[in-house]
């Protein structure tokens, strides 16, 4: 058989891959098509295949005898990890096309998912030719497939959220591709990605996270294990500038910014948007105030905030305006009285630190609970005599 043939005749050129082929011709021998595609699972993500053609010609002369006996989402896998060796886009998108004729044709139930896989590889090459149109139009139309679905393999959902994620980071919108490349994160295991990929992955959510709009909650972030590969490289500073900010921190921040002002100037973007960052970070500092108070001594005076942001109280009061316009705190400010009381804030994911803080918060309360069960105990007996 020609499959077969192709095996013998690879595993002759590539010696080093003979073991690799034989299992491949055993199983095929044998019609064990799932143990089949575990082993292709294994081979094709071999560092040795990922050069040159090789992948592709093991498609033509090997997987194409079977690919519709095997499960078709894995087809869909395999179709993608091969397009990538095409020299030329229109080849790849060509390929891609004509796989997704053949799925089609099998009228399976669930065919859109696996569909929908290849077409996400196909707007990734579209948004790499610069045809962001055309890019957004298959998002749009992968989103209301995946709307329309129930019990969706994760690889679907990150495939169509890794895409998104480039899309926005192409068009610099720094608030949607947080997002994106965040649900990109759920659906992946971090394990399985590369320690290059995942450094600029971090780095890139790092300056997403800062620069976004209505981004305050860096809690997330921090306690995602991506964003440790920052850790021990030149980029470690971007790690500890997320731990000021998520702390609200300004003197830290700023130490940070003059320590590593060489660095900082090297990214356009955050030169760019210094007055946004000063701002955020102010706004943390303010909801860190808030936070750090008794649930009953939330009435602060401006000149404390004033004190801690380094601002004048003219600032302050602009600055409570902007976190009461986007629903960070809710609360009356007072400029009689010169004071703000807060009511509510915005929940978010606490760090180690403020856990403690909170912790010994309730540590408080609960002694004030025990002082006046005391009390009451002690009153009692008076009580009942009267």
């Known amino acids: 058989m020609a499959a077969l043939k192709y095996l013998e005749t690879a595993s002759s ?20 098509w799932h143990q089949l595609t575990v082993k292709l699972e294994q081979f094709v993500a071999l560092a040795v295949l990922q050069a040159g053609d090789r992948l592709i010609q093991l498609y033509e002369n090997f997987i194409t005898d079977f690919e519709m006996k095997i499960n078709l989402l894995k087809l869909a896998h395999f179709a993608v990890i091969v397009s990538r060796q095409y020299s030329e886009k229109e080849a790849a998108i060509s390929y891609l096309q004509t796989v997704i004729e053949k799925l089609r044709s099998t009228r399976e139930m669930r065919i859109e998912e696996p569909i929908l896989y290849v077409r996400m590889q196909i707007a990734a090459f579209k948004l790499e030719q610069g045809d962001q149109k055309e890019c957004k139009k298959l998002l749009d139309e992968g989103k209301s497939t995946l709307d329309s679905m129930t019990d969706i393999d994760p690889s679907v ?3 169509y959220y890794w895409i998104s994620s480039q899309y926005h980071k192409s068009r610099q919108e720094f608030a949607e591709f947080y997002k994106s490349a965040l649900l990109y994160l759920a659906y992946t295991t971090v394990e399985t990605l590369s320690e290059p990929f995942k450094l600029d992955l971090a780095f890139d959510l790092s300056l997403a996270a800062l620069l976004g709009d209505n981004i305050y909650n860096f809690g997330e972030l921090l306690a995602h294990p991506i ?43 955050l030169v760019a948007h210094e007055k946004k960052l000063l701002e955020k970070i102010n706004i943390l500092c303010l909801m860190e105030i808030i936070f750090s108070r008794p649930s009953e001594d939330r009435t ?70 025990h002082t006046a069960l005391l009390s009451v105990e002690a009153e009692t007996p008076d009580l009942v005599a009267a």
């Open 13 to 32: 050129d590539q010696p080093e891959l003979a073991e690799w082929y034989n299992s491949l011709a055993d199983l095929y021998r044998k019609k064990l």
């Open 157 to 159: 959902y990150a495939s």
């Open 227 to 269: 964003i440790k590969s920052l850790l021990g490289t030149n980029v470690e500073w971007l790690y500890y500038i997320l731990q000021a900010f998520n702390a609200g921190d300004l003197a830290r921040y700023q130490e940070l910014c003059r320590v590593h002002a060489a660095a900082l100037n090297a990214q356009p973007a």
């Open 300 to 369: 602060i005076p401006l000149s404390v905030i004033a004190q801690r942001t380094r601002l004048s109280i003219e600032d302050v009061e602009h600055l409570l305006m902007k976190s009461l316009s986007v629903h960070l705190i809710e609360g009356i400010i007072d400029q009689v009285e010169g004071t703000v009381h807060v009511s509510w804030v915005q929940p978010r994911v606490l760090g180690i630190q403020q856990i403690k803080a909170l912790r010994d918060r309730l540590d408080g309360w609960l002694d004030k609970v």
